[in-house]
C-alpha cells in the first residue's frame, strides 16, 4: 500500500501560480491528475521515483513542472501562466514501475485530491 496526500490548491487568477504537493509514504513513481466537472481524469504529468524521467500533457509542457525531494518522499507540482481550463480537482497517484504513461488506469493508489481552482 502507498499513501499520498495532496495540498496546496487554491483560487488564483489567470496567469498566476500555484505549487501543490503530494506527500508520499514510499519513493516510487508518481502521477499528477486533474478531473474537472462532467470531464474525464486526465493525465497532467509523471516523474519517476528517482526523478530523473518526466512526462507531460500537451496542454500543460512549459506551464507545469513536476519534480520531487526523495529526502521529504513529496513530490511537486509547480504550476505557471495558470489558464482558466485548469480549474479542476488535482491528485496524485502512484505505480510501482515507471512507464511514462499518463493512462489513469496504470495507476494504482490514489490521494484524496485538492481542489484548484482559476479565475479571471
Known amino acids: 500500500q502507498v499513501q499520498l496526500v495532496e495540498s496546496g490548491g487554491g483560487s488564483v487568477q489567470a496567469g498566476g501560480s500555484l505549487r501543490l504537493s503530494c506527500a508520499t509514504s514510499t519513493v516510487t513513481t508518481v502521477g499528477w491528475f486533474r478531473q474537472a466537472p462532467g470531464k474525464e481524469r486526465e493525465g497532467v504529468a509523471s516523474?519517476?521515483?528517482?526523478?530523473?524521467?518526466?512526462s507531460y500533457a500537451d496542454s500543460v509542457k512549459v506551464r507545469f513542472t513536476i519534480y520531487r525531494d526523495n529526502s521529504k518522499n513529496t513530490v511537486y507540482l509547480q504550476m505557471n501562466s495558470l489558464k482558466l481550463e485548469d480549474t479542476a480537482m488535482y491528485y496524485c497517484a502512484a505505480r510501482r514501475i515507471w512507464g511514462g504513461s499518463l493512462s489513469a488506469r496504470l495507476f494504482d493508489y490514489w490521494g484524496q485530491g485538492t481542489q484548484v481552482t482559476v479565475s479571471s
Open positions: 516523474i519517476s521515483a528517482g526523478g530523473t524521467s518526466t
